[in-house]
């Protein structure tokens, strides 16, 4: 069926497309081996989607010990072979890219272009790696003395991937996608709301060539699959996606088997515009730095800190622009999707009740709505909250929402405060005219990354990831293979 019958049928019907229901370990579906199910919902309808396996400990044993021969194999298996393996995925992905949107969108809540946007950069991200598969050279080394010495850069082992549901794709795939390049095996856990790209995507793999083993997923939740995942010691990388509170606890799992680690945690991402930026520029930067995913970004634009000088004109031009976003269900493609979970919503009404209740002013939204076509679904209202002081709540927490906090500065020493005045640190925009303001801004803000007058700026090639609270590690670019990858130094006495 082409996407368009997909989705015409789900809204005629009701009936989802075929999606995997179970775990898939060495190469093929598995069953959990307890029989336990939980459901997925289409977050734009707010009614449950389908059924999937709930994975525990033994489902996890079966994966990493699947892993572990799937290692065994794609550990040996030549580079260049690699790199042919990713490009056939990366093909296929391509080919099979609507399937996989319609499916990210329903189980995500986010809009088909925005799902289609992630499977093209998923795609991207194969290719990329792919060409990185038969590159990973050690280099020699002069000692000036008797002995010959150069370093070889091995694969690290089986990996584990714990997927958030914002980016169940992407996130996915740029994390697998270099651990593969590298010559890895991967056990995945994909977020217990979005399980079935993972899924899908695991079965493309396979068809594009990988050995059976080598990339096993295990669907269900944080505490019950995830969690004896992290503390397996046969496991010699994590790389997490998630909130700051399950980072700290992986942490503390991986510590006692000295497993290595990437976090990539939340933000709270200020988008810095000074007093001589293009106002219209600014307006459409935050416009989309906060609403793009319905402001469900860990790099979100979540605090717009504006020059005192343009402050109102910003403010009132966001706030018309931001009036006019079409909210509705994903597949629909509105300009702005639900919120995944009905969970997550609460989480994002108490955060705007509470500063409601502390006297914040609201000048837009502050309300729960629903899809207008069929008065269904998770959705809220596009916010924004005016002239916060760098203490409030609202500023210091991350809502994960589309909920832009403005704050407002005097100069540039009090811009650079702000920026830096939360627990995070991963993204950061600056709007100005002057090449002089935007260096010094660029060098002294503590981020991950940082763009200049385009807030969504870089891309795959770029490393992406944050400092303090944000997490440790980099990933996409070439950074991203570095922790799939070791260096062993050799010397040969001549
Ligand atoms: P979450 O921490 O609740 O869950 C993330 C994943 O961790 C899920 O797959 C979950 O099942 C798993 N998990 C939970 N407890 C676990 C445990 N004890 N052991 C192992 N795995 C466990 O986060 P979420 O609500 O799904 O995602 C939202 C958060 O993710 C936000 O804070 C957001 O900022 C962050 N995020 C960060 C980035 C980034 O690149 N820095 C990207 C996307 C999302």
């Given at each position: 069926m082409t996407a368009d019958q997909l989705i015409a049928t789900y809204f005629e019907t009701g009936r989802p497309p075929d999606l995997p229901r179970d775990h898939f370990i060495d190469g093929r579906p598995a069953v959990a081996e307890a029989g336990d199910r939980m459901e997925s919902f289409d977050p734009g309808r707010g009614v449950a989607l389908a059924d999937f396996a709930v994975g525990d400990a033994a489902d996890v044993d079966r994966a990493v010990t699947s892993a572990v021969a799937g290692f065994g194999i794609w550990g040996a298996t030549p580079p260049a072979q690699r790199c042919a393996i990713l490009n056939e995925a990366a093909r296929l992905m391509r080919a099979e890219a609507e399937q996989l949107s319609v499916v990210e969108a329903l189980d995500s809540g986010k809009t088909l272009n925005e799902a289609r946007d992630d499977i093209a950069g998923s795609a991207r991200l194969l290719e990329y790696y792919a060409g990185a598969a038969d590159k990973l050279d050690g280099r020699s080394v002069n000692l000036g003395n008797d002995n010959a010495a150069f370093t070889l850069r091995e694969p690290v082992g089986v990996t584990a991937h714990i997927v958030p549901w914002n980016y169940p794709t992407s996130t996915l795939v740029r994390g697998i996608a270099p651990a593969l390049a590298a010559g890895c095996s991967a056990v995945v856990k994909p977020a217990e709301t979005t399980p079935f790209t993972a899924l899908m995507i695991a079965d493309l793999l396979v068809r594009a060539g990988l050995p059976a083993g080598v990339v096993n997923v295990v669907t269900g939740t944080g505490i019950a699959a995830g969690a004896p995942l992290v503390r397996d010691p046969r496991v010699r990388h994590v790389t997490i996606t998630g909130s700051v509170a399950t980072g700290v606890g992986v942490m503390q799992s991986v510590a006692p088997n000295v497993t290595g680690l990437t976090l990539e945690l939340g933000g709270k991402s200020p988008l810095i515009a000074f007093g001589d930026a293009d106002v219209d520029k600014v307006v459409d930067g935050a416009l989309w730095a906060i609403f793009s995913n319905a402001g469900q970004?860990?790099?979100?634009?979540?605090r717009l800190l504006v020059h005192r000088s343009i402050h109102a004109e910003v403010r009132d031009k966001l706030v018309i622009k931001a009036r006019a976003l079409r909210i509705g269900h994903g597949l629909r493609n509105p300009d702005m999707g639900a919120i995944n979970s009905a969970r997550h919503l609460a989480q994002i009404a108490d955060h705007v009740e509470n500063a409601r209740k502390r006297?914040?002013?609201?000048?837009l939204g502050g309300t729960r709505v629903v899809?207008?076509?069929?008065?269904?679904g998770w959705f809220y209202a596009p916010t924004i909250l005016d002239d916060l002081p760098e203490s409030d709540d609202a500023v210091l927490r991350e809502i994960f929402g589309p909920v832009l906090v403005i704050q407002v500065f005097d100069d540039e020493a009090e811009a650079l405060t702000l920026a830096n005045g939360t627990e995070f640190a991963l993204a950061a925009g600056i709007y100005t005219k002057d090449i002089s303001t935007a260096l010094r801004m660029a060098r002294r803000v503590d981020a991950g990354q940082v763009t200049v007058n385009d807030y969504w700026a870089g891309g795959i090639e770029l490393p992406f990831g944050g400092n303090r609270k944000s997490g440790f590690g980099r990933e996409k670019g070439l950074e991203g293979l570095e922790a799939y990858t070791r260096s062993k130094a050799v010397t040969l006495a001549v």
């Open positions: 970004i860990c790099s979100a634009g979540s006297g914040v002013e609201i000048v899809d207008p076509d069929t008065g269904e």
